[in-house]
């Protein structure tokens, strides 16, 4: 059974930081493109940033220099670190695990809200 758990999610100031973690089982984590995307309300879920199984990464232009994405392959956990977070950022966060399925397998999405 596979499960993606997302944490870290809260309500912060403008300008302030996050760390959102997504914890993965039933899954060869190691092998999988993990991924962040957010869904605000009205609006499509978009792609924030991607990290490749060898490390690689990929970031939306509107968080690139303030979102870090990383993955520990010893704990199954991908993070991303938001920093001078903007009321623009507020959203729902899900990770994603990509490999062979079509659409990967989604977390259940962790609430991010900034404040003005």
């Known amino acids: 059974q596979v499960r993606l758990v997302e944490s870290g999610g809260g309500l912060v100031q403008a300008g302030g930081s996050l760390r959102l973690s997504c914890a993965a089982s039933?899954?060869?984590?190691?092998?999988?493109?993990m991924d962040w995307y957010r869904q605000a309300p009205g609006k499509q879920r978009e792609l924030v940033a991607a990290?490749?199984?060898?490390?690689?990464?990929n970031y939306a232009d509107s968080v690139k220099g303030r979102f870090t994405i990383s993955r520990d392959n010893a704990k199954n956990t991908v993070y991303l670190q938001m920093n001078s977070l903007k009321p623009e950022d507020t959203a729902v966060y899900y990770c994603?695990?990509?490999?062979?399925?079509?659409?990967?397998?989604w977390g259940q999405g962790t609430q991010v809200t900034v404040s003005s």
């Open positions: 994603n695990g990509r490999l062979d399925i079509p659409g990967g397998y």
């Open positions: 990290i490749t199984s060898s490390g690689s990464t």
């Open positions: 039933g899954i060869m984590f190691r092998i999988y493109e």
